[in-house]
């Protein structure tokens, strides 16, 4: 036997593969494949490997974000049906697919399935087939965590929605944006989610306008609110925004992004009125800006943040 030669039978031979991997190892793996992924379906690939895969994926759908997305393009009963041991379910839409009836009719199909609905995305639609969705979630949607409604840029008249949206109560919702949608209910709906982390209403008609004070009192109880984002429509009659001096102020614990469009005496009155430690980011637009509008009140909020906020990062404009 030469030097080099090495006997195999006395080393011996290991074969590894990643078959004997506990589930809990695969299951870590399989979450740093997911996360961070724009793609929503990468679960799908894992699942299709191999049974014991598969297995793994479908008893994790929370920790490897799996989730069964609907478009007007999909019929949904066919999904559920692939896939019937999931309890998530996306619906997620834009642009024209939506506007064919049969596109509505997969989103609303969708809709009837309550319990495994955990978001809803649908933007630029018309306020026609948007009223259809707002019957169609008047009963609770207990897993629901994202609601983002949206009508057409252009639409001049915002979309009515009823009180009763989502049995009144919104558990699990951590974050909601809606874009032109009448709906004076918001309000009380929104104090249910104490998960709520973001929150953006832009272009809200002033059947849904709300004064500072209740703004004030309003945001107060959102313990977990980060970021917030309010533009008004239209502005207020300058009599409807004059409101009692604050007896005190609000502490938003977690707020670090704000973003207001309103008239500037709105804006003024609700920052007098809270206090935000860990604000980052301010923006602020005005509607017009009055000859008497000192703007001191802003100045005041911002000196009792916590945290030293660069000047460059106040964005004010006047519109």
Not at 75 to 86: F, K, M, N, Y
Not at 166 to 172: H, K
Request: proline letters at 5%; one cysteine or more; a negative charge.
């Amino acid at each position: 036997m030469s030097a080099r030669t090495v006997d195999r039978s006395r080393l011996g031979q290991v074969e590894v593969t990643i078959d004997i991997l506990p589930d809990d190892a695969l299951l870590e793996i399989f979450s740093f494949y997911v996360v961070g992924k724009v793609n929503t379906s990468e679960w799908r690939t894992l699942a299709h490997v191999c049974q014991r895969w598969r297995g793994i994926v479908l008893a994790s759908p929370r920790r490897l974000d799996v989730r069964l997305v609907c478009t007007a393009r999909t019929r949904v009963e066919d999904i559920l049906a692939a896939w019937s041991g999931l309890p998530l379910l996306a619906l997620r839409d834009s642009g024209p697919e939506l506007s064919r009836w049969e596109g509505a009719d997969n989103i609303i199909a969708a809709l009837r399935h309550k319990t495994r609905v955990s978001q809803i995305e649908l933007s630029g639609h018309s306020s026609h087939l948007l009223r259809r969705v707002a019957e169609a979630i008047q009963e609770s949607f207990p897993v629901l965590s994202h609601l983002g409604i949206r009508s057409l840029d252009d639409a001049e008249t915002a979309v009515a929605f009823p009180d009763e949206i989502l049995g009144g109560s919104a558990p699990s919702l951590r974050s909601c944006s809606l874009r032109s949608i009448a709906f004076p209910g918001i309000w009380k709906l929104l104090l249910t989610a104490d998960r709520l982390v973001d929150l953006c209403l832009e272009r809200i008609p002033s059947c849904t306008h709300i004064s500072s004070e209740g703004m004030a009192h309003f945001l107060s109880a959102l313990s977990h609110l980060e970021m917030l984002t309010i533009q008004f429509q239209c502005p207020r009659p300058r009599e409807s925004i004059r409101s009692l001096p604050p007896e005190t102020r609000f502490v938003l614990p977690s707020l670090t992004d704000v973003s207001i469009h309103g008239d500037c005496e709105y804006v003024e009155d609700l920052c007098s009125r809270i206090d935000a430690p860990l604000l980052e980011l301010f923006r602020f637009t005005f509607f017009t800006v009055g000859y008497h509008t000192s703007r001191w009140e802003l100045q005041r909020f911002l000196d009792r943040t916590e945290r030293s906020m660069q000047r460059d990062q106040i964005l004010a404009e006047y519109l």
